[in-house]
């Protein structure tokens, strides 16, 4: 079936620091691609997303870009802030629009 | 925007009890699903519905367990006889039908079985 792998963390990084936090997917057909954040204490948030190959998602200056020849959906972000301390989740949406996540990778930065 | 809303934040029963969730989506969606989540792991499917309609279910969803959205808009989630490896974060979602539409998180009740 569908499945979501994502690097283990956590991932430990001081602040100004540049982030990569790689996904890969298998998937039957055509899925959607997501990063899902979860900061201390709450609930799950969308990040960003991106529908079809090649689509760039966006927001708050994180980036991740829908690579359908490797299968791939990396997270990043050019310059990290203590702020942005939280677990990431990868998730894909099949055709029933189900999530199947990844088991989230923890960032932690440092002033 | 008020948000999915989950009722109770946490809930502690002993082994055997039932025990019930409640979640309210956002008004005008008309999607909604069930996760759960234990430590360390990403959210797992469990549920949804559309409108009142319950259209798909995992196969982690036992016969123990059963959910409900009587008039397409607040779903319950009803666990029977509980047992420890019950315990977990429940998340309940929702969102538009519309293609690629974003599902809409809430807080989550966590379920602590004694």
């Known amino acids: 079936g569908d499945s979501v792998t994502q690097m283990e963390g956590p991932v430990t990084l001081s602040e100004e620091a540049f982030l990569t936090i790689n996904c890969t997917y298998t998937a039957t057909g055509y899925p959607s691609l997501f990063w899902y954040v979860q900061y201390p204490g709450e609930g799950l948030q969308l990040l960003l997303k991106a529908t079809k190959a090649d689509d760039k998602g966006s927001n708050k200056g994180f980036e991740a870009t829908y690579r359908k020849e490797t299968t791939s959906f990396h997270l990043e972000k050019g310059s990290v802030q203590v702020s942005d301390s939280a677990v990431y989740f990868c998730a894909l949406s099949d055709n029933t629009d189900k999530l199947i996540f990844g088991t989230g990778t923890r960032l932690q930065v440092f002033p | 925007d008020t948000g999915v809303s989950q009722d109770p934040r946490h809930k502690i029963t002993k082994r055997g009890q039932n025990v019930t969730f409640r979640c309210d989506p956002i008004?005008?969606?008309?999607?909604l699903y069930w996760y759960r989540q234990t430590l360390g792991q990403g959210p797992e499917f469990l549920t949804y519905f559309q409108n009142e309609a319950q259209l798909e279910k995992s196969r982690l969803l036992s016969d123990r367990f059963s959910a409900e959205r009587p008039k397409g808009s607040f779903s319950t989630l009803e666990i029977q006889r509980t047992e420890q490896g019950d315990s977990a974060m429940y998340l309940c979602a929702s969102s538009l039908s519309s293609d690629n539409q974003p599902q809409h998180f809430g807080d989550g009740t966590r379920l602590s079985i004694l």
């Open positions: 008004s005008e969606h008309n999607r």
